[in-house]
């Protein structure tokens, strides 16, 4: 039996699966779960590093002790947040999280150095204040990039903590606003625009290829690169063809295409389109949406007391709902989301049934005018829709998205992420000859639930 695991880190909470083939299907096994490493410090967000890495050395540990040893690892997280490092390769703290305000303070002062129609002209990302773009011009305010010799990415920094290896992964570094949507590597012109230092970046590194072999463990793996951002891994998974849309929904909702090309036109931009990378050089023509963050901020509010099958029988049984823009700022970070959508709807008293299901139809509502955009912009007709990711297991959720966009809808696979991530590696094994098998053995192993 070959096995590779897969670390899996959302912006929540983070998971080691092991993944290998039995019975001519993908099978599946979690081995370790974590949670809790994001902080508030001086009032600013920033990322327990020392934690995450503990933990992911847990995890692989882990798989030492029930005996299923790994032939390969491979890390997938979040977009747009990094590590920097100086000469001496020391960590430059602290490493600040996306949902930090501090981006929001110089949005007015860098549009003087470079405009956003000149930025999507070159990357056809999307304008997003938490980009590592925004957060790099922070950086270079506070003096802190004057000191930096090494960028990573985090799942960049989680590997090169495991092999020593100093690697930038394609997928993930699209994210950062930085790399040329068509020569896709570092776009030398905005660096040096905004003054940044070209060399702190590495050569950028494609999926299924090899950054080293793992360190301080008593067993023998090669760390290899996934899409390294988790939405790409979960891309990687999903096969609804050419015309088929695929919504991964966890932490974040992604609802996206796929493509051969970016899609770099005036109407992606003015309708604030990404085009971000995938495996095999494929572009992922997608909005983000703030997706399951409500609902979990929600249940904390509510100290958990009631469970998310509970709150979606709830919403399920309201007897209305409002609509709210579930992008708004004021529901990035609150102290309250509870509260904070009340104030959004400017109803201090409202029900928390209506509150809930205002979310659910405001969710289904944004999958459905997004996949009217894609059809409008790409001349796409869509035939399907596949939700995948944690959020697919919401019944409620699934059905309204159905019921909004008259579309086709299958659900699954739950762990597309983690699924990506395995087949990946599998690639870079040679177990699968190429993506179009691997996906046809994603088909295989996993019922899509209709």
Known sequence: MIYHLAIDIGASSGRHILGYIENGKITLEEVYRFEDYLREENSSFIWDIEKLVREVKA?????????????????????????LLDENKQELLPAFSYRDNRNNLIQEEFAKVISQKELYAKT??????????????????????DRAAFFMNMPDYLAFKLTGVIKNEYTEATTTNLINAKTKTWDG???????????????????????????????????VLAPSHDTA??????????????????????????????VLSEAAENANFTNEGGINYRFRFLKNYMGMWLFQNIRKNLNKELSYDEMMN???????????????????????????????????????????????????KAYSDVVAEIESI???????????????KDEYLNELTAQYTKKRVIAGPVEAT??????????????VASLEEARELVKKSFDNEK
């Open 59 to 83: 995890g692989i540990a882990k798989c030492g002790e029930i005996g299923k040893l790994p032939a390969t690892i491979a890390i997938d997280t979040w977009g747009v947040d990094y590590v």
């Open 124 to 145: 056809g990302i999307q304008k997003a204040n938490y980009n590592t773009i925004y957060q790099l011009y922070c950086d270079k305010k506070s003096g802190k990039l």
């Open 189 to 223: 012109e905005i660096l040096d625009k905004l003054g940044i230092n070209r060399n702190i970046f590495s050569e950028v590194s494609t999926p299924c290829t090899e950054v080293g072999k793992l360190q301080g463990f008593d067993f023998e793996s090669t760390v």
């Open 233 to 262: 891994s979960a891309v990687a998974a999903c096969s609804v063809g050419e015309n088929g849309v695929y919504i991964s929904s966890g932490t974040w909702s992604l609802i996206g295409t796929e493509n051969p090309e970016p």
């Open 314 to 364: 709830l919403a399920r049984n309201a007897k209305g709902f409002e609509y709210i823009d579930t992008n708004d700022v004021s529901f990035l970070a609150p102290e309250s989301m509870i509260e904070a959508i009340r104030a959004y709807l400017k109803k201090p008293d409202l029900e928390l049934d209506i509150l809930i299901n205002s979310v659910y139809h405001s969710l289904a």
């Open 378 to 392: 790409s001349g796409k007709t869509v035939d399907t829709i596949n939700i995948v990711g944690g959020g697919s």
């Open 418 to 431: 983690a699924t990506g991530n395995i087949i990946s590696q599998m690639l870079y094994s040679k177990e």
